[in-house]
C-alpha cells in the first residue's frame, strides 16, 4: 500500500512559479514510476508528466514541456513538478499517483490506471 500526499499549491500571478512535492509512504517508492496529473474545472484530467523509478527518463506533455520539470528523491520519497513560467490555462488540481508496473511511456498515455493517487493540490494561476 503506497499513500500520497501532495504540497506546494496556491495562488500565482501568470508567469510566476511553483514547485509541488508528493510525499509517498512505504519502503518501496524507488519501484514506483510517478505521475502528475490535471484536471481543470469542467475537464477531464489530464496527463501532465511522469518519471521512472530512477529519475533517469521523463515523458511531457506538450502543453508543459520546456516550462515543467518533474524529478524525484528516493531517499526522501518524493516527487516533485517544478512549474516555471505558468499560464492561467494551467489552473487546475494537480494530482501525483503512483504505479509499479507501467513505463513512462505508458503513463504518459493519459488513460492508465495507475495503482495509487493522491488527493490533489489546487493551483490556480491568475493572469
Known amino acids: 500500500q503506497v499513500q500520497l500526499v501532495e504540497s506546494g499549491g496556491g495562488l500565482v500571478q501568470a508567469g510566476g512559479s511553483l514547485r509541488l512535492s508528493c510525499a509517498a509512504s512505504?519502503?518501496?517508492?524507488?519501484?514506483?514510476?510517478m505521475g502528475w496529473f490535471r484536471q481543470a474545472p469542467g475537464k477531464q484530467r489530464e496527463f501532465v508528466a511522469s518519471?521512472?523509478?530512477?529519475?533517469?527518463?521523463?515523458y511531457y506533455a506538450d502543453s508543459v514541456k520546456g516550462r515543467f520539470t518533474i524529478s524525484r528523491d528516493n531517499a526522501k520519497n518524493t516527487v516533485y513538478l517544478q512549474m516555471n513560467s505558468l499560464k492561467p490555462e494551467d489552473t487546475a488540481v494537480y494530482y501525483c499517483?503512483?504505479?509499479?508496473?507501467?513505463?513512462?511511456?505508458?503513463?504518459?498515455?493519459?488513460?492508465?490506471?495507475?495503482?495509487?493517487w493522491g488527493k490533489g493540490t489546487l493551483v490556480t494561476v491568475s493572469s
Open positions: 512505504g519502503r518501496t517508492f524507488s519501484s514506483y514510476a
Open positions: 499517483a503512483a504505479d509499479s508496473k507501467a513505463g513512462t511511456a505508458v503513463i504518459a498515455q493519459g488513460d492508465y490506471d495507475m495503482e495509487y
Open positions: 518519471i521512472n523509478w530512477s529519475g533517469g527518463r521523463t
